[in-house]
């Protein structure tokens, strides 16, 4: 991970301190909130876009402390390129972020409440793909009583979790493409469907699991 970590490093970098250039030319209010059109509904004040330029570097940070601090932190070995791709992709999403939010505060008409949805469904899509990959953790994928305590419910979790994933992500997707208010409700509608029909399948799994043991 070494690369990776200094190529991200830099990326963090570079993007704060190119914010750090650009904010004395922000006006002093700036829009920190769009509804599901793509409006803005709430404003505050520039120097509140510090937080989310810092917030890659402190994401990065976090993200190489988990391994060392999760109990079964030995698992990371084993699923350390799923691990390296996300942490890519969830970097390189708040920069993005930064930099669409600095640009609709400059007057530039950006369609966030396109980009914003697409690019939670790329996370999503590219978590999907890799979460079949996944070893038990107390800190990534899927985690509940009932996957924690048995690796085959885990990894019957992570499997079907996987598709679930893509089939969120794709919605969201379309949710940019198609920003309305129906299409936010679908979305939002699919995600809860998605997360605790994860929940309940793990469940039935642990319970089969239990009266086979």
Not at 118 to 128: F, N, S
Not at 196 to 204: K, P, V
Request: hydrophobic content about 50%; charged content about 10%; glycine content about 8%.
């Amino acid at each position: 991970m070494k690369k990776q970590t200094i190529f991200l490093s830099a990326l963090c970098a570079l993007s704060f301190i190119g914010h750090l250039f650009v904010l004395p030319l922000l006006p002093d209010e700036i829009p920190i909130h769009w509804n599901v059109y793509g409006e803005a509904d709430n404003w505050g004040s520039k120097f509140s876009t510090l937080f989310l330029a810092l917030l890659p570097a402190l994401m990065l940070v976090l993200f190489l402390v988990i391994p060392r601090i999760d109990p079964r932190g030995k698992s990371y070995e084993k699923h350390q390129k799923a691990y390296q791709v996300f942490i890519t992709v969830m970097i390189l999403f708040l920069s993005a972020l930064l930099w669409i939010t600095n640009a609709a505060a400059l007057g530039y008409a950006v369609p966030i409440g396109r980009l914003v949805p697409i690019g939670c469904g790329i996370i999503l899509i590219t978590a999907g793909n890799y979460m079949p990959q996944l070893r038990n953790n107390y800190t990534m994928g899927i985690k509940n009583p009932w996957t924690l305590e048995s690796e085959w419910v885990w990894k019957k979790t992570h499997a079907v979790g996987g598709i679930v994933f893509c089939i969120m992500g794709f919605i969201m997707v379309l949710n940019g493409f198609f920003s309305t208010g129906w299409m936010a409700k679908i979305s939002l509608g699919a995600i809860l469907l998605g997360v605790f029909g994860l929940e309940g399948y793990s469940y039935l799994l642990y319970q089969k699991w239990k009266k086979n043991s």
